[in-house]
């Protein structure tokens, strides 16, 4: 099997916050993927109906998680026994941090938040219908780079 080029990584990374945040309520205005130095970041635009801090960073949160844990479920490369694997995603990393912070102030209380939030997002991209959805965004974000929300949806059919 061939190696995944880095903007089919991205996309599925992207893909992977869009259909989660869609999926926990948020209106997807626009899913991209934006070419960097160094390959290819992404960008997904999120609004939500929630509006206190807490109930934002609990959303935020899982949404940052998804794309890390669908590009894992994806290609491979990381064990998520410990979820801190994902700190390799730095940007997403911090967001997590900055979210699990606002619902809990003691360190072993954030890790907790944490890691069930990722048990939480790994068994919704891991069921099939779900997985179906993040290919399907991710094929049409490889093919155009960004998908406006009339895109989004279609993608979601």
């Known amino acids: 099997m061939?190696?995944?080029?880095p903007t089919e990584i991205e996309a599925w990374h992207e893909a992977g916050h869009a259909v989660v945040a869609h999926l926990l309520g948020g209106?997807?205005?626009s899913v991209s993927l934006e070419p960097e130095e160094d390959g290819y970041?992404?960008?997904?635009?999120?609004?939500?109906?929630?509006?206190?801090?807490?109930?934002?960073?609990?959303?935020?949160?899982?949404?940052?998680?998804?794309?890390?844990?669908a590009e894992v479920e994806r290609f491979g490369g990381h064990e998520l026994d410990d979820v801190h694997?994902?700190?390799?995603w730095e940007a997403d990393w911090r967001e997590i941090e900055r979210c699990s912070a606002v619902l809990?102030?003691?360190?072993?209380?954030?890790?907790?938040?944490?890691?069930?939030?990722?048990?939480?997002v790994r068994a919704l991209l891991l069921d099939d219908g779900v997985e179906e959805l993040v290919a399907r965004v991710a094929d049409a974000l490889d093919a155009h780079g960004e998908l406006d929300e009339t895109l989004f949806e279609d993608c979601l059919g």
Request: glycine content about 8%; aromatic content about 4%.
């Open 2 to 5: 061939a190696s995944p080029d």
């Open 27 to 29: 209106r997807v205005v």
């Open 41 to 69: 970041g992404g960008r997904s635009a999120i609004q939500w109906r929630a509006s206190d801090e807490a109930s934002m960073a609990s959303l935020s949160g899982r949404v940052a998680l998804a794309g890390p844990i």
């Open 85 to 88: 694997v994902l700190a390799a």
């Open 104 to 120: 809990a102030p003691e360190p072993e209380r954030q890790k907790r938040v944490v890691e069930s939030w990722a048990r939480e």
